[in-house]
């Protein structure tokens, strides 16, 4: 190869971007632009799993709920239904083909989405038939039972499908953070509506610590994966203050509002916290590609020849 | 290597773009996605350094993260390891963007569903090489018939190439040889065991 060709400007977009600040010594993420594009391509599965997840975990604690105090736990249960059902609608808007939705089902016994897709259809299913059995007398302790192991399946489901491979950031802890963060919201949820037997009995003070340890849990793996032999798109400072901001709304306003018996706050600071939640999900996905591999290769190049 | 798939020599790859080309010609896409690309490493951040392409499309793994992921079924192996994808089964969910760990099944905005490489399958029914094989002017680029091991110093990895999922792609890779081999392709794993 002759020097001209190693030597040859840079000729991709992306290259044009970044050659005038690499050249003056800059370290530029490789793929440092495509963070605000990545949230437009995800904005759809950002509402869809707040939804869903939001819903997804009032069912289930309404369901465990109805006894003895039935009409609170199904003002929850109608919210989380049509919560739900609003989500399954979002998810279908980042879809290619829409009208091939039912295609789908296809790949139940192998896809980790299609378990996710069945789920969610069986969740929303579970809580139309507790609200029309609710509406005549009070559920049969099976359906509770049912309603409650499938939405709970149903979150963990949501977590398995991001478990891939090829994505250092969506592993570990974070495959638990649906089912702890919806628990979470339908818990407190019920605390807003409820009666004072509700309150007295509410877990909702175990499962915001649980939800802060496993959130904690995936923000150390990602500072781990952000460190500077890692070389990485995921920016620090950005990581550091998105998180601790997530943290904060979702898991120690909530704490501080519920102490003070303020559950109406402390709903609105946990459906905000979950909606930071997921976009702070997409907003730090690290997909892995040939490029990407190859741009970590170069970094480590570059490292290395500045501490020789 | 257990199905079909390419043989990349590494000493041989100008980067000239000639497969990327030909992909683009026998399939006719005039316009992005593009299934096959030739990624430079270390062409623009250190001039004097080491420098070689990775011309890669789909790797037809053993193990598709893209067909065990799929909701709707759109990826099929057929019997000689090439994994198909039916473009009228998918539903432009990007699911395979999100699984695949080399980048290979592309999103096209405009027909909304993804597509890939299906190295050539048309043409290999009919006794002809892949295209982009067809088309390499240094003979870098090369078919690898299913079940056929990589003869000679071929490898599975290459700095800026692994295979994270366990995906098992069916690709190999010949090293530089000579002095560059020793100069600057040896640097380069020194640099990374480091």
Redesign the interface.
């Known amino acids: 190869?002759s020097q001209s060709?190693?030597?040859?400007p840079?000729h991709t977009a992306e290259?044009s971007f970044?050659?005038p600040l690499?050249a003056h010594g800059t370290h530029v993420p490789h793929s440092s632009r495509s963070w605000l594009w990545k949230m437009s391509e995800h904005t759809p599965l950002v509402w869809f799993t707040s939804l869903a997840i939001g819903g997804a975990g009032m069912i289930a604690a309404a369901a465990l709920r109805m006894r003895p105090d039935p009409a609170a736990p199904a003002v929850a249960l109608a919210v989380g239904t049509v919560a739900l059902g609003a989500a399954l609608l979002v998810s279908t808007l980042?879809?290619?083909?829409k009208a091939?939705?039912p295609?789908?089902?296809?790949?139940v016994g192998?896809?980790?989405?299609?378990h996710e897709?069945l789920l969610a259809g069986a969740t929303l299913a579970a809580g139309l038939t507790l609200l029309v059995m609710n509406w005549q007398a009070y559920p049969e302790v099976w359906a509770r039972i049912a309603a409650a192991s499938t939405a709970i399946l149903f979150l963990l489901s949501i977590g398995l499908?991001?478990r891939?491979?090829?994505?250092r950031t969506w592993r570990g802890a974070t495959v638990l953070l649906p089912l702890t963060t919806g628990l979470v919201c339908g818990e407190v949820s019920l605390l807003v509506i409820g009666s004072a037997s509700i309150r007295e009995a509410s877990v909702a003070f175990w499962l915001v610590p649980i939800d802060v340890i496993v959130f904690a849990a995936r923000w150390w793996t990602l500072a781990r994966s952000a460190s500077a032999l890692t070389p990485r798109r995921l920016d620090a400072s950005r990581l550091r203050n998105f998180s601790a901001a997530r943290l904060l709304i979702f898991d120690v306003i909530p704490l501080v509002l519920l102490d003070m018996t303020a559950a109406a706050p402390a709903m609105i600071a946990v459906a905000l916290g979950l909606v930071l939640d997921r976009w702070l999900f997409y907003a730090l996905a690290d997909?892995?590609?040939?490029?990407s591999?190859?741009a970590g290769?170069?970094a480590?190049?570059?490292h290395?020849?500045r501490i020789r | 290597m257990s199905g079909a798939g390419f043989l990349v020599d590494l000493h041989r790859c100008v980067g000239c773009g000639s497969c990327v080309l030909a992909c683009r010609i026998e399939n006719g896409r005039t316009e992005e996605p593009v299934w096959r690309r030739v990624v430079p490493l270390n062409l623009r951040r250190h001039p004097g350094g080491p420098t070689y392409f990775l011309s890669v499309a789909c790797h037809h793994c053993d193990e598709p993260a893209c067909l065990r992921g799929c909701p709707s079924r759109a990826y099929e192996r057929r019997a000689d390891g090439i994994i198909v994808h039916h473009e009228d089964c998918c539903l432009g969910c990007r699911y395979c963007e999100m699984t695949c760990p080399f980048g290979a099944p592309k999103y096209d905005e405009q027909r909304g569903v993804v597509s890939k490489c299906h190295l050539c399958a048309d043409r290999l029914d009919q006794g002809l090489a892949p295209a982009c094989v067809t088309a390499c002017p240094t003979e870098a680029l090369q078919f690898q018939r299913p079940g056929v091991a990589a003869g000679g110093d071929a490898r599975a990895g290459v700095p800026g190439f692994v295979d994270p999922a366990g995906c098992r792609p069916n690709i190999r890779f010949t090293p530089p040889r000579g002095e560059r081999r020793v100069v600057l392709f040896a640097a380069i794993e020194e640099a990374i065991r480091r």
Request: proline content about 2%.
């Open positions: 190869m060709r190693r030597d040859a840079p290259d970044v050659a690499a980042h879809l290619g083909r091939r939705v295609l789908a089902a296809r790949g192998r896809s980790a989405l299609s897709i499908v991001y891939l491979g090829g994505q997909q892995h590609t040939t490029e591999e190859i290769v170069e480590i190049i570059e290395q020849s």
